[in-house]
């Protein structure tokens, strides 16, 4: 029981880092509808530029506070030389932008700092913390807690201020959103420079995990089946489905792996997806349209 | 009149069209050559069958058409004496005019409040002067008032209608756009959104520019009417006069 207890949280912790991924997606879908194949080099983008800072010496609350700063600028920086001009165009035209832009953050990630692997030390130990029998790694705790942070401050952001109501009212409706005055370009701007923050918040965790490198942009891809298990609308979905998917890999590892010779961890959240893919397409949270006939 | 004279836009114009063309795609032509005036304070209706171009000339006035990825090719749009072709439709918003779109468009997954509120935040109001306009709005529809908290998807058609007026209604408009307000609706409540627009309009001096194929109610609420047919004015005059025609009513029924 207790190695079943252990193993489950392992994995839910593990979980909320997929979750911090899947939610940069989230924001920029809703807002815009486009699916952001970008988000992974805006992650490493963060994590590299913010591993530079340090390397150079610069205090750490200091090169955090740059880091927004730069992420804030790059999404002015996109939204101007690439979804202004784009407006109106089909979904798949704005996918494959955002496939080019991802090759473009990369390579002047990899560029302007270098393509080594840089090590991240957040000053968070991960040393083992026993809470009776069960042991759960400190720095998994301390990233579900950043995670929980951030989904609280979001929920704030979307549901108590008027630029929340606004990007709320465009993810609903373009275009009355235009017929009353909502500025798209200025909802743009701002739910990239916020999906960017997101990113760096994750970039941060996963680069301390792993290792700040190109490898890092890579994590996205388990952000697909957190968001087809979750729906791809639902901030609350990309949670939901980061704890599944993070539960499900560790406990199939621990209890399925032995029969079939283990690995099973790389590939199980796919098949997850796939399984969802068949019985709810739209995911556990994806919005169905409300519609009144 | 002397030439001159004419050319300057009377004191009282709104809205004034001018020979407009209106191109889908660069390939489809929606509207041909539509000129039509909205007086300071006036109530306009612009009749026509489905596919005459009524809420193309709309979203062309409104700006909206570029996000349909048409344009004005042709002729001029005024607003208050200024040119506004080409203007996109949010800053028209913070020019005092604003679109109601065909088929309400409330924002479904907000409550309804939070859609009166979207309207609002254009001219960035401080919090108690936005609480002031949202009563104003409520004291219009009260029924929005007690769905408040509702996801706006959820209420009904004719709320649905009344919000999307409320919203439009929060910009402070001088121009309200409405584009087919009867349409799926019962007779009753046509007919009470219709009362509440021209008590609007006769008591705030709100503009408003109606598309509507419902020629019967629209005429008993508006001053003046235009009727469209393939993307041209094919008939105007005063509503009474309009509503008296014979020829305007048979097209109405069907006849052509």
């Given at each position: ?56 010496g ?26 202004r ?131 890092l ?14 729906g ?10 980061g ?50 006939v | 009149?002397?030439n ?20 889908y ?11 039509l ?72 997954h907000?409550s ?31 029924r ?18 009344m ?32 009362e509440i ?60």
């Open positions: 029981m207790n190695v079943f207890l252990e193993t489950l949280i392992g994995g839910l912790l593990a979980g909320t880092m997929y979750s911090l991924v899947a939610i940069g997606f989230v924001l920029i879908y809703k807002a815009s509808g486009v699916f952001n194949f970008a988000q992974g080099a805006m992650l490493l983008f963060a994590a590299l530029t913010f591993v530079s800072l340090r390397e150079q610069v205090p750490t609350v200091l090169a955090l506070l740059l880091t927004v700063l730069v992420m804030i600028v790059g999404a002015l920086l996109i939204e101007r030389t690439v979804l001009p784009l407006v109106n165009r089909s979904q798949i035209t704005l996918f494959m932008a955002t496939l080019g832009l991802s090759f473009i953050i990369e390579g002047l990630a990899q560029g302007l700092m270098g393509a080594q692997v840089r090590a991240l030390d957040l000053g968070i130990e991960d040393v083992p913390l026993f809470f009776g029998e069960i042991m759960v790694s400190q720095f998994d705790l301390v990233a579900a807690g950043t995670a929980v942070a951030l989904v609280i401050l979001l929920a704030l952001l979307f549901n108590k201020t008027r630029i929340g109501i606004s990007l709320r009212a465009v993810a609903d409706d373009t275009r009355a959103a235009l017929s009353i005055g909502i500025n798209l370009n200025r909802i743009w701007q701002i739910v990239w420079a916020v999906a960017g923050i997101v990113g760096l918040v994750a970039g941060l965790l996963w680069g301390a995990r792993q290792g700040v490198q190109f490898s942009s890579l994590v996205v891809l388990k952000a697909l089946p957190v968001l087809i298990i979750g791809f609308t639902s901030i609350g979905g990309a949670i939901v489905g704890l599944i998917v993070g539960a499900a890999e560790n406990l199939a590892e621990a209890y399925l792996g032995p029969l079939i010779g283990g690995g099973i961890t790389p590939w199980f959240a796919y098949f997850l997806a796939l399984v969802f893919l068949y019985i709810r397409p739209a995911g556990l949270f994806g919005e169905r349209t409300i519609e009144r | 009149m002397s001159a004279i004419q050319a300057r836009p009377a004191a009282s114009e709104l809205l004034a069209v001018e020979g407009i063309e209106v191109i795609d660069g390939a489809i032509l929606a509207v041909a050559d539509v000129s005036r909205v007086e300071q304070g006036g109530i306009v209706a612009l009749l026509g069958a489905n596919g005459a171009g009524k809420s193309t000339t709309l979203k062309a006035i409104s700006g909206l058409v570029g996000a349909d990825r048409a344009q004005v090719s042709r002729g001029r749009i005024r607003l208050g004496g200024e040119d506004i072709v080409g203007v996109a439709a949010n800053q028209l918003a913070g020019r005092g005019l604003v679109h109601v779109l065909e088929g309400r468009h409330v924002f479904s907000l309804v409040e939070e859609n009166l509120l979207s309207g609002g935040f254009l001219r960035r109001p401080r919090r108690g002067e936005l609480e002031q306009d949202l009563e104003r709005v409520y004291a219009w529809f009260p929005l008032k007690t769905k408040r908290r509702t996801q706006a998807g959820l209420t009904s058609g004719g709320e649905q209608q919000l999307a007026i409320g919203r439009a209604l929060m910009t402070r408009p001088r121009l309200v756009l409405l584009d087919e307000p009867s349409m799926g609706l019962a007779p009753i409540i046509v007919e009470e959104i219709f627009v021209a008590q609007l309009n006769a008591r705030e001096g709100v503009g408003f520019l109606i598309a509507e194929q419902n020629i019967n109610v629209a005429l008993r609420h508006v001053h003046y009417g235009y009727v469209l047919e393939n993307g041209r004015v094919a008939g105007e005059g005063p509503a009474a006069e309009l509503a008296a025609r014979e020829d305007i009513r048979h097209f109405y029924l069907g006849g052509g």
